[in-house]
T-cell receptor, first 111, second 114 residues
């Protein structure tokens, strides 16, 4: 599975959009981009995933560049409850669905 | 989304004893479950893949005789930490895959070995 690179931490003001970047320059054509988040002392929570096209759901939007070498997770209106570690994971869909977590980005939403 | 539970949510045990952690998929059948370990301020580390009705597959460096995994049914996988020692103290998290591509995680079990 392709390796991902994320900033260690980011700050965001409450109510503003949080844009979390992820680099995956070695991604293959059949690898998906997944985003999960982990609030302190809880299990990871699924946010969104995509292959090529941009995706949006009730939680967030996922923007994947045309060359698929990077992506951005957007939380449109961050709240204090969005403070968490956000993980960007790239993997092949049929690889027994194994997830290998990187170090993630700690998002601090501040009032 | 689908719900995965773990029991217990936390456990404290003496060094040398064995501890069993249960992972259940509550509203779906999971042919495959996964076990992770997470030390403080670190990311999740995949330990093993648990397949219903067959032996678990362990990641490199994980001792299969120390971390016994049983996946006896489509809704239950268990992780037994045998002869636990203080260095086994960690946050253990399971996940389960349904028929879709998403993977759902349990709330985790905090193990403290004295």
């Amino acid at each position: 599975d392709a390796k991902t690179t994320q900033p260690t931490s980011m700050d965001c003001a409450e109510g503003r959009a949080a844009n979390l970047p992820c680099n995956h320059s070695t991604i293959s054509g059949n690898e998906y981009v997944y985003w999960y988040r982990q609030i302190h002392s809880q299990g990871p929570q699924y946010i969104i995933h995509g292959l090529k096209n941009n995706e949006t759901n009730e939680m967030a939007s996922l923007i994947i560049t045309e060359d698929r070498k990077s992506s951005t997770l957007i939380l449109p209106h961050a709240t204090l409850r969005d403070t968490a570690v956000y993980y960007c994971i790239v993997r092949v869909a049929y690889n027994f669905n194994k997830f290998y977590f990187g170090s993630g980005t700690k998002l601090n939403v501040k009032p | 989304g689908a719900v995965v539970s773990q029991h217990p949510s936390w456990v404290i045990c003496k060094s040398g004893t064995s501890v069993k952690i249960e992972c259940r998929s509550l509203d779906f059948q999971a042919t495959t479950m996964f076990w992770y370990r997470q030390f403080p301020k670190q990311s999740l580390m995949l330990m093993a893949t648990s397949n219903e009705g067959s032996k678990a597959t362990y990641e490199q460096g994980v001792e299969k005789d120390k971390f016994l995994i049983n996946h006896a049914s489509l809704t239950l996988s268990t992780l037994t930490v045998t002869s636990a020692h203080p260095e086994d103290s960690s946050f253990y998290i399971c996940s389960a895959r349904d028929q879709a591509v998403e993977q759902f995680f349990g709330p985790g079990t905090r193990l403290t070995v004295l």
